[in-house]
């Protein structure tokens, strides 16, 4: 193991997880350095940045540690791959996931570049709850091999859905070395060894959002444009919104003046409406069959991935969400998917991605597009061929 990989830059984020994975790797025995990344500089609605509290938060780490650290900025490059897509998703009526875009494009992209090319590293390491065939040190990497992403020991924290679109160039050198961990283990390791990062919190939402409502942040830089809630089922105004930008699918709508409480069902980008249906679970809101763009996947070389297969995996595009059974075509002409699932789920929502998992392997990940008829259509279908059955 040595002799393959002596030299590893840990990405150092200033909590608890990165801080015990550098650790790990120190005692190993690798020659580690620490690099923290600041992607945003723009200061909270209180003039505050967090990214300048969690690097006094790295360097301490780091101080305990033994370990130097230096700081890359990557303002630039967050802002074009990952802000303003996500703007512009926004503005289309989509809802995003800039955690998935910021591995994509700055951690498992910039970041890896940087420190492979300008600091000498060998591998690169990070504190996210994932696993590969590789091992959680790249014991057993093999040049010729394609590597795959597995999930962690502790499911409830696993991050391999954050890691679905990631590529094999980055995956290949990458260790984590908490993988095999519980959350309680690793904070109980930095209370052991007296890191100041041992109680403190994860992080939590969008980090550049800091404490204020997302309505308000996002209208720092998307200028609203009203338009009118409409219920989906009687066509009845029962409202007006500032923006298609303010919502997404399945979030209650607070709207004064009516009895039951409204959901958002849908959005129309052209006309400027949003649909809205009462009750939580009201059938507009479930799918069972749903369309992507063409699939990112990780390890590409399995024979079940490829184009005019029906792939029997599992589901979710919610971190966190229990996996659900499905079947996904991949289509011939344009390696786009239609994923059927075992059951219906609640509002599947354009802009997101639907990530696939093989019993414990993440296979990838596709952005969604467009869905199939709602559980509420599908059942007036089914009365309607039921009478004519009849007659």
Same mark, same amino acid.
């Given at each position: +193991?040595?002799?393959?990989? !002596?030299?590893?830059?840990?990405?150092?984020?200033?909590?608890?997880? @990165?801080?015990?994975?550098?650790?790990?790797?120190?005692?190993?025995?690798?020659?580690?350095?620490?690099?923290?990344?600041?992607?945003?500089?723009?200061?909270?609605?209180?003039?505050?940045?967090?990214?300048?509290?969690?690097?006094?938060?790295?360097?301490?780490?780091?101080?305990?540690?033994?370990?130097?650290?230096? &700081?890359?900025?990557?303002?630039?490059?967050?802002?074009?791959?990952?802000?303003?897509?996500?703007?512009?998703?926004?503005?289309?009526?989509?809802?995003?996931?800039?955690?998935?875009?910021?591995?994509? =494009?700055?951690?498992?992209?910039?970041?890896?570049?940087?420190?492979?090319?300008?600091?000498?590293?060998?591998?690169?390491?990070?504190?996210?709850?994932?696993?590969?065939?590789?091992?959680?040190?790249?014991?057993?990497?093999? !040049?010729?091999?394609?590597?795959?992403?597995?999930?962690?020991?502790?499911?409830?924290?696993? &991050?391999?859905?954050?890691?679905?679109?990631?590529?094999?160039?980055?995956?290949?050198?990458?260790?984590?070395?908490?993988?095999?961990?519980?959350?309680?283990?690793?904070?109980?390791?930095?209370?052991?060894?007296?890191?100041?990062?041992?109680?403190?919190?994860?992080?939590?939402?969008?980090?550049?959002?800091?404490?204020?409502?997302?309505? !308000?942040?996002?209208?720092?830089?998307?200028?609203?444009?009203?338009?009118?809630?409409?219920?989906?089922?009687?066509?009845?105004?029962?409202?007006?919104?500032?923006?298609?930008?303010?919502?997404?699918?399945?979030?209650?709508?607070?709207?004064?003046?009516?009895?039951?409480?409204?959901?958002?069902?849908?959005?129309?980008?052209?006309?400027?409406?949003?649909?809205?249906?009462?009750?939580?679970?009201?059938?507009?809101?479930?799918?069972?069959?749903?369309?992507?763009?063409?699939?990112?996947?990780?390890?590409? @070389?399995? @024979?079940?991935?490829?184009?005019?297969?029906?792939?029997?995996? &599992?589901?979710?595009?919610?971190?966190?969400?229990?996996?659900?059974?499905? @079947?996904? =075509?991949?289509?011939?002409?344009?390696?786009?998917? +239609?994923?059927?699932?075992?059951?219906?789920?609640?509002?599947?929502?354009?802009?997101?991605?639907?990530?696939?998992?093989?019993?414990?392997?993440?296979?990838?990940?596709?952005?969604?597009?467009?869905?199939?008829?709602? +559980?509420?259509?599908?059942?007036?279908?089914?009365?309607?061929?039921?009478?004519?059955?009849?007659?």
């Amino acid at each position: +193991m040595m002799k393959k990989f !002596k030299n590893v830059v840990v990405g150092i984020s200033g909590g608890v997880d @990165s801080a015990v994975t550098a650790y790990l790797l120190k005692k190993k025995g690798f020659n580690v350095t620490g690099v923290f990344m600041k992607n945003w500089d723009i200061p909270d609605e209180l003039g505050h940045c967090t990214a300048d509290t969690d690097f006094e938060d790295a360097q301490k780490v780091c101080n305990k540690l033994d370990v130097p650290l230096t &700081q890359v900025n990557f303002v630039k490059e967050y802002w074009n791959f990952v802000f303003s897509d996500l703007i512009s998703d926004y503005e289309s009526g989509y809802t995003p996931n800039p955690d998935i875009l910021c591995n994509r =494009y700055i951690k498992f992209n910039h970041f890896f570049r940087h420190a492979i090319h300008e600091l000498g590293a060998d591998a690169i390491a990070t504190g996210h709850y994932a696993n590969t065939s590789f091992g959680p040190y790249l014991e057993n990497y093999n !040049k010729d091999a394609n590597v795959q992403l597995l999930q962690s020991k502790d499911k409830r924290k696993d &991050q391999t859905f954050f890691l679905s679109q990631i590529d094999q160039l980055a995956l290949k050198k990458t260790m984590f070395p908490i993988g095999n961990f519980t959350k309680m283990e690793v904070r109980d390791i930095a209370k052991n060894i007296g890191l100041n990062v041992a109680s403190k919190p994860d992080s939590t939402g969008i980090c550049f959002i800091g404490k204020r409502s997302f309505h !308000k942040f996002i209208s720092e830089y998307i200028p609203d444009k009203p338009g009118p809630f409409i219920d989906i089922e009687t066509g009845r105004k029962v409202g007006v919104h500032q923006g298609l930008h303010h919502w997404t699918l399945g979030q209650g709508a607070r709207l004064g003046g009516n009895l039951k409480p409204y959901f958002i069902a849908r959005k129309e980008p052209k006309t400027g409406i949003i649909y809205v249906a009462a009750e939580h679970d009201n059938p507009f809101f479930y799918t069972q069959i749903f369309f992507t763009n063409e699939p990112h996947w990780i390890d590409p @070389s399995q @024979s079940f991935l490829k184009k005019g297969n029906l792939l029997q995996c &599992q589901f979710r595009f919610q971190h966190g969400k229990p996996l659900i059974n499905c @079947s996904a =075509y991949i289509d011939t002409k344009y390696n786009h998917l +239609m994923v059927n699932l075992e059951k219906p789920l609640r509002a599947i929502t354009p802009g997101q991605y639907a990530v696939f998992y093989l019993n414990d392997q993440c296979l990838g990940s596709a952005r969604i597009l467009n869905l199939g008829p709602n +559980m509420y259509h599908l059942n007036e279908f089914n009365e309607f061929e039921q009478e004519s059955i009849a007659v």
